[in-house]
């Protein structure tokens, strides 16, 4: 069965920019949710999807949104880059939704934002 | 809210020797616990996981964590550390009501000497 899949692995922008990322469960999860990694903020929760409807939202700006289709994949995007947006962002699938659920990360996505 | 706390950002073992990486959380409700690990330019991967069945939780690549509610800890321990245990590992707590969102620790880096 393969994993959740990322995509594009790494991404160059400039501030001002926007970006969209994309995420491919594993077959069968309905949930999806992103995180993003920084070297000085550790991992924080980004948000959460099922059933194409967003169901958890960490503390982050709106300029940070997303979506999620269908067939479950999921979109996130970042718009009006900053510097400080620069990181690891990650994308976790689980069957179902629920606080003992294992989520299987994808290798995430490197965004460097210049 | 909840919340983990990991002591010691690094932490140096020789090979064949026990391996303790901490993790105290704090919660106002029962929580559920987590240990991931991160290999280099990769995504996390599930070590072990505590949902209030058992206490002491076996994991992977003989991991195991025990949960102590007394201590509000869930240390994670190797009997003998291999060479292939080099990595970051994290923390993670979700609760009652919160979905699939993660809290994480900061992170622990393993050194594993000869």
């Known amino acids: 069965k393969a994993g959740v899949t990322q995509t594009p692995r790494y991404l160059i922008k400039t501030r001002g920019q926007q970006v969209t990322l994309s995420c491919s469960p594993i077959s069968g999860h309905r949930s999806v949710s992103w995180y993003q990694q920084t070297p000085g903020q550790g991992l924080q929760f980004l948000f959460e999807?099922?059933?194409?409807?967003?169901?958890n939202k960490g503390n982050f700006p709106g300029r940070f949104s997303g979506r999620q289709f269908s067939n479950s994949r999921s979109e996130m995007n970042v718009s009006t880059l900053e510097l400080g947006d620069s990181a690891l962002y990650l994308c976790a699938s689980s069957r179902d939704r629920g606080e003992t659920e294992t989520q299987y990360f994808g290798p995430g996505t490197r965004l460097l934002v210049l | 809210a909840q919340s983990v706390t990991q002591l010691g950002s690094h932490v140096s073992v020789s090979e064949g020797a026990l391996v303790l990486l901490r993790c105290n959380y704090s919660s106002s409700v029962p929580p559920y616990l987590f240990w991931y690990v991160q290999y280099p330019n990769q995504g996390l991967q599930l070590l072990l996981k505590?949902?209030?069945?058992?206490?002491l939780v076996k994991g992977i690549n003989g991991f195991e964590a025990e949960f102590k509610k007394s201590e509000t800890s869930f240390h994670l321990t190797k009997p003998s550390a291999h060479m292939s245990d080099a990595a970051e590992y994290f923390c993670?707590?979700?609760?009652?009501?919160?979905?699939?969102?993660?809290?994480f620790g900061t992170g622990t880096q393993l050194k594993v000497e000869l």
């Open positions: 993670a707590v979700s609760t009652t009501g919160g979905g699939n969102k993660l809290t």
């Open positions: 999807y099922f059933s194409e409807t967003q169901r």
């Open positions: 505590y949902t209030s069945a058992a206490t």
